[in-house]
C-alpha cells in the first residue's frame, strides 16, 4: 500500500465525507440555508404570481435547489473544524489536503443530489414530464460537483467563525440566484442581465433543467455542457490550491 | 543509534514574534525525548512543525528518514499525535472517531475493531465507547485522543503536554500506558512545562525558552543543577536589617516579601544552621521556616548562566 497513492487518497477522502455526512447534514445552519432558504424564496415568488408556466418554474426550483443546498455543507466545513479544532488532527493524519477538501466536496455533491430528488419526484408528481432523463443526470452531477467547489471556495479565508462564512455566502449566493435565469427567463433579460447571466455557472444548469422538461433552451446543450464542466474544473482547482495556501493560518 | 526525529535550524515567526528560532535537536531511535519549557516558549509551534501541520519558516525536518515537507504523508503514516488542545469529534462516539482513524490511516476494518477494543479496555474507555464524545470529562478526552493517535501502531508518537490540567487517574493511566509503549520500542516526543514528569519519563530533555534551546541533557543533569539552588523562607518575631541576613554562611541572596524573607542557598543545611544560629543570637524566634523547590524559571536562570563564559 502506498499511502500518497491516488486511490489510497481517494478511499481516505471518502472517510472524510462519511464522518462530514454524520456531522453536518444536521446542523441548523446547514438546513437553514440549504433547504428552507430556497422553499421560501420560491415560495414567495410562486404566490407572487407571475403568469409563467409550471414547467419553468419548477425547472428554476430544480436549478435553485441543487445550487443552494450542494453550497450549503462545504463553506461551513473547514471553519467549524477549525473551531473544533479538529482540523489540527486532521492535517496530523496521512492524508492530503486535496483529499480533504475532495471529501468535504463529497459530501456537500450528495446532500445536494438527494434534495434535488426530491424536488424531481414533486415535479413529476405535478405533472412534468421528464423528456430528456440522461442530459438532466449528468448536468445535476456536473452542476453538484461545481457548485461544491463554489462552496469550499467561499470557506477559504481563514477564519474560524462559520457565521462569518455563512454570511459571506449568502452574500454571493442572493444575487447569483437572480442573475441566473431562474425567475426571469433569459429570453427577457436585458443585455446587461444577460452579460451577468453568462458568467453564473448556475445559469448553464438551469437552461440545461429546463430543456430536459420542455425541449426548449436558450444556449446550444454542448455549450451548457462545456461550460458546466469548465467552471467545475476551474473552481475545483482553484479551492484545492487556494485551501492548501491557507489551511496552515487555522491553527 | 539513527536518528527518528532530525530538526535543523527550524525557525518560526508570527509576525514579529519569533516563536522558534534556530532549533537543531535529534531524538534516537527507542528513546523518550522531553520538551521542557513554561508557556509560550514555541512547544506546541515546534511540535505543529514537526508534524506537518504548519509549515516551517526556515530550517529542515527529517522523521524517520523522510523530509516532512517533501514526503509528508509517508512521514505521517508512520507517527501518531497528540496534539495541545482534545480534539476528538464531539458528534460522534468514541468507537466512530476510531474508526474514522482506522479509515483515514488505511487499516482494514478487522485490524482498526480489534485494536480499538484493546486500546479501549487499556484506557479504560470500553464501557463508554458508543457514547457521543461530547459528554466525556477532559481527561476521557485525552485518553480517547491517545487511543486514536495509537491505533495504526506509530513507530514514533508525538504528545503536546499529554497530561496538562487532567485529573490524577487519566494522567496516571497516560504515564504508565506511554512507559509500556516505549519498553515495546515506541519512540517519543513529549512536550511538558512539568519539570516532575520530564525527569521521571524522560531519557533526554531539551529546554527550550523564548523559541530557542537553552540546554539538552539528561534529567540527572537537569537535577544537578536543580539541587544545587533552594529557596528558603523565613519570618522571625522581631525587625532585622536584611544585609545582616545575606552575610550569614551558606545564604547567597535575600529578598523580603511582607513580614517573610525569602533566602537562596547554595547548601540548605549550613543555610537553616546559620539562620538558626542567628535568631538565638539576636534573642528572636522564628514563626515560620520552610523550604521551597527550585522554580522552573530558576533552573533556566541556571542553565543559562552555566552556558555564558
Ligand atoms: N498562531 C499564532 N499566531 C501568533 N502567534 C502565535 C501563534 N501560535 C503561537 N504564537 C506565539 O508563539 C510563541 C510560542 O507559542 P507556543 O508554541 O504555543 O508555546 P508553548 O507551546 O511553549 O506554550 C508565543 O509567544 C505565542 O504567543
Ligand atoms: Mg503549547
Redesign the pocket.
Known amino acids: 500500500m502506498n499511502p500518497a497513492g491516488t486511490s489510497e487518497q481517494v478511499r481516505r477522502a471518502w472517510a472524510i465525507a462519511k464522518k462530514d455526512i454524520r456531522i453536518y447534514y444536521s446542523k441548523g445552519p446547514v438546513l437553514i440555508f440549504g433547504i428552507f432558504m430556497p422553499v421560501f424564496l420560491f415560495l414567495a415568488f410562486f404566490m407572487g404570481g407571475r403568469q409563467l408556466p409550471l414547467a419553468f418554474l419548477l425547472s428554476g426550483l430544480m436549478g435553485m435547489t441543487l445550487f443552494f443546498t450542494s453550497t450549503a455543507v462545504s463553506p461551513a466545513i473547514f471553519p467549524w473544524e477549525g473551531q473544533a479544532k479538529t482540523l489540527e488532527r486532521l492535517a496530523a493524519c496521512p492524508i492530503t489536503i486535496e483529499a480533504i477538501v475532495l471529501g468535504d466536496m463529497i459530501a456537500s455533491i450528495l446532500f445536494g443530489i438527494g434534495v434535488t430528488a426530491v424536488t424531481l419526484l414533486i415535479a413529476l408528481a405535478l405533472g412534468l414530464s421528464l423528456l430528456h432523463g440522461i442530459v438532466l443526470g449528468s448536468a445535476v452531477l456536473l452542476a453538484a460537483v461545481c457548485f461544491s467547489a463554489i462552496g469550499m471556495l467561499l470557506a477559504v479565508p481563514p477564519t474560524n467563525v462559520p457565521s462569518n462564512i455563512m454570511m459571506l455566502s449568502s452574500l454571493l449566493k442572493f444575487p447569483l440566484v437572480f442573475i441566473s435565469g431562474i425567475f426571469v427567463p433569459l429570453e427577457q433579460m436585458p443585455a446587461w442581465g444577460l452579460a451577468l447571466a453568462v458568467c453564473s455557472p448556475l445559469t448553464y444548469f438551469t437552461d440545461l433543467v429546463r430543456y430536459s422538461f420542455t425541449g426548449a433552451h436558450y444556449f446550444p446543450v454542448p455549450v451548457d455542457i462545456t461550460a458546466l464542466g469548465l467552471c467545475t474544473l476551474v473552481f475545483t482547482a482553484a479551492t484545492m490550491h487556494l485551501h492548501r495556501r491557507t489551511m496552515p493560518r487555522r ?1 | 543509534m539513527p536518528a527518528v526525529i532530525e530538526a535543523r535550524d527550524l525557525t518560526k515567526a ?2 514579529a ?1 519569533i ?1 522558534v528560532d534556530h532549533v537543531s535537536f535529534e531524538v534516537r531511535q527507542g528513546e523518550i525525548f522531553g520538551f521542557l ?1 513554561p ?8 511540535t505543529r512543525m514537526l508534524t506537518g501541520v504548519v509549515p516551517m519558516d526556515g530550517g529542515s525536518v527529517r522523521i524517520l528518514g523522510y523530509d516532512i515537507r517533501k514526503e509528508p504523508v509517508q512521514a505521517k503514516q508512520r507517527f501518531g499525535v497528540v496534539p ?1 488542545t482534545s480534539n476528538a469529534y464531539v458528534d460522534l462516539t468514541a468507537w466512530q472517531n476510531l474508526m474514522l482513524m482506522g479509515e483515514i490511516y488505511g487499516l482494514d476494518r478487522n485490524r482498526a475493531e480489534q485494536r480499538s477494543c484493546d486500546l479501549l479496555q487499556t484506557l479504560g474507555l470500553y464501557e463508554r465507547r458508543d457514547q457521543k464524545v461530547q459528554g466525556y470529562s477532559k481527561g476521557m478526552k485525552q485518553r480517547l485522543i491517545l487511543a486514536m493517535a495509537l491505533l495504526h501502531e506509530p513507530e514514533l508518537l508525538f504528545l503536546d503536554e499529554p497530561t496538562s490540567g487532567l485529573d490524577v487517574q487519566s494522567t496516571q493511566m497516560i504515564l504508565v500506558l506511554l512507559r509500556e509503549l516505549n519498553a515495546d520500542g515506541t519512540t517519543i516526543f513529549l ?1 511538558t512545562h512539568n519539570m516532575e514528569e520530564a525527569n521521571r519519563l524522560c531519557d533526554r530533555v531539551g529546554i527550550i525558552r523564548s ?1 530557542r534551546i537553552v540546554a539538552i541533557d539528561a534529567p540527572e543533569r537537569l537535577k544537578t543543577a536543580i539541587d544545587r539552588i533552594h529557596r528558603i523562607e523565613v519570618s522571625f518575631d522581631g525587625e532585622i536589617a536584611g544585609d545582616l541576613l545575606s552575610g550569614l554562611a551558606g545564604i547567597t541572596g535575600t529578598a523580603r516579601t511582607g513580614d517573610k524573607w525569602q533566602i537562596t542557598a547554595e547548601d540548605q543545611d549550613t543555610a537553616i544552621r546559620s539562620l538558626v544560629a542567628f535568631s538565638r543570637q539576636e534573642g528572636m524566634a522564628i514563626l515560620t521556616l520552610n523550604t521551597l523547590a527550585p522554580s522552573l524559571d530558576e533552573v533556566f536562570l541556571r542553565l543559562t548562566e552555566k552556558e555564558r563564559p
Not at chain 2, 39 to 46: F, H, Q, V
Request: glycine share 30%.
Open positions: 491553527m | 508570527f509576525g514574534v516563536a519549557g508557556n509560550g516558549a514555541g512547544k506546541t509551534t515546534t495541545e512536550t523559541g
